[in-house]
């Protein structure tokens, strides 16, 4: 009996093998077979018609596209029409996850291209045919694929927070972004280590983080018109014109209409221009904006006054 109890056991754990194997015999994968193809895939049984293949115009280069057709609001300073495909994703992706109404991710907002990459992307929703033609909520995560971006323009969005991707932009010189509704910033935003100038005026930040301090080429900073307590210390050791305007009279540094009210930076509380702003709208003159402090900064802050 026991035997034949065992015999038994044997025969079903043999059946059970066999019908394993013949289960892993009958999985296919699908994918692109052929070779040449830039999306060849070595794992795949069957041909699902998905091969891709390098744009004859585009020297044999898997990376780049050629489009035949640029809309009036791109510009290419130099080099063809092959962009660089990762560059396109990403606008594909801004599209996809805000809802944007664009037959191609070329028409979106005002793009400069050099030698394939994309160099200058203006996306501010300015209600004219040079921003987006709508409002922009989400940045995606392959935003760091930008690697060549030099210029940034997204003012008048709702954007509440920065991808940490966002700091993989090391190309970036100039990043303007008022008027948005941004609650934080990523930690390494210090890695963009190219920074000029950069514009955070009139959204909700609470603190900056400390690697700002790490902006060693930055030359403007705006922050006013935040939700702004407090400071990093090491502020002060940045090479920041902290009292001066440019010929153009524009503020290298200004940090007005905020909360700053406890243990500031001496650099800062002692700037000209820490009870400093710009108008909302158009940037055109200062306005003085005192810290949200008590009751009467507060009334001071609803009511600027124009210098």
Known sequence: MIIEKYLSILFFLLIIVSCERDSEKSIDIQGCLDETACNYDSSATIDDGSCVFADQYCNGDCDYTHFESLPSSLTILS?????????????????????????????????????GRLRIFVAGNYGNSSGVNDTIYFLPDNIGDWTELVSLYLEWNRILTLPESFSDMTSLINLYINNNVLSSLPDNLGNLENLYFLDLGYNELPLVPESICNLGNLTYLWLFNNNLESVPECMCEMDLDWNNN??????????GANALCDNIPSCIAESEHFELSLDQFYY???????????????????NPILY
């Open 246 to 255: 440019d010929l153009g009279g524009y503020p290298y540094f200004a940090i």
């Open 284 to 302: 055109s003159f200062p306005v003085y904006s005192p810290q949200d402090c008590d009751s009467t900064s507060t009334a001071l802050n609803k």
């Open 79 to 115: 080099g063809d029409s092959c962009l660089y495909n990762p560059d396109i994703s990403v606008l594909d992706s801004i599209i996809g996850l805000n809802g944007l109404e664009y037959d191609s991710p070329l028409e979106v907002g005002t793009q400069t291209w050099y030698n």
